[in-house]
């Protein structure tokens, strides 16, 4: 049973837009959220991440936001570059960082 | 430079004939972990370990092994490789203990099972 959800198979955005990424889940027990990004042959990176004691976290050009009420969590990336290209994962964990729950990830493509 | 290092990157094989994936990494980080990834399915855990000589199933554990015997390193070995665990694997480290850490990944291993 996917607790993590990435409803969103692919996202086409123009450079310079914003890029939303979303994601949901079901465990109310995850304490720990992470965003990675992933390009062809290589493996996932990690870009950023939240506790589930805040509601926002940024970085650079990255911002994660929390809605606990919903189980709902979204990447912003403001303003997108053609280099973001890739597929993003959300993932999330139960225990501060093992055991990590992955969606099955959003395949961004920013056209110049 | 900090890393996790996964060997071999490809590997092409048939039934039944054992192999090992290596995994090691310079972090000296105390959790590692196993994942396979699979299209429409991303990430799945397969085993993990907490410490020397701790490891423990992950959702997926059926058909592979582990161990650790250092902490540096977390060799994934398919005793009787099957078609069905022909897949991109990676390997993860963390020292989740130091509070809300990410895991670091590997580049990945794909396996073809014939």
């Known amino acids: 049973d996917q607790q993590v959800k990435q409803n969103s198979p692919s996202l086409s955005v123009q450079e310079g837009r914003i890029s939303i990424l979303n994601c949901d889940y079901t465990?109310?027990?995850?304490?720990?959220f992470l965003w990675y990004k992933k390009y062809p042959a290589e493996g996932p990176t990690f870009l950023i991440s939240?506790?589930?004691?805040?509601d926002k976290n940024e970085d650079g050009r990255f911002t994660v936001f929390l809605n606990k009420s919903a189980k709902h969590l979204s990447l912003h990336i403001v303003p997108s570059q053609p280099g973001d290209s890739a597929v993003y994962f959300c993932?999330?964990?139960?225990?501060?960082?093992?055991?990590?729950?992955f969606g099955k990830g959003t395949s961004l493509l920013v056209t110049p | 430079e900090a890393q996790v290092t996964q060997n071999p990157r490809y590997l092409i094989t048939v039934t039944g004939k054992k192999l090992t994936v290596t995994c090691s990494q310079n972090?000296?980080?105390?959790?590692m972990s196993w994942y396979r990834q699979d299209p429409g399915l991303g990430l799945r855990q397969i085993y993990y370990?907490?410490?020397?000589?701790?490891?423990d199933k992950g959702d997926v554990p059926e058909g592979y092994k582990v161990s650790r015997k250092e902490k540096r390193n977390f060799p994934l070995i398919l005793e009787s490789p099957s078609p069905n665990q022909t897949s991109l694997y990676f390997c993860?480290?963390?020292?989740?203990?130091?509070?809300?850490?990410?895991?670091?990944f590997g580049d990945g291993t794909r396996l073809s099972i014939l």
């Open positions: 993860a480290s963390s020292n989740p203990g130091q509070g809300n850490q990410p895991q670091h």
């Open positions: 465990n109310s027990m995850f304490d720990y």
């Open positions: 370990s907490m410490n020397v000589e701790v490891t």
């Open positions: 993932a999330a964990s139960r225990n501060s960082g093992y055991a990590l729950n």
């Open positions: 972090m000296n980080h105390e959790y």
């Open positions: 939240i506790s589930s004691i805040k």
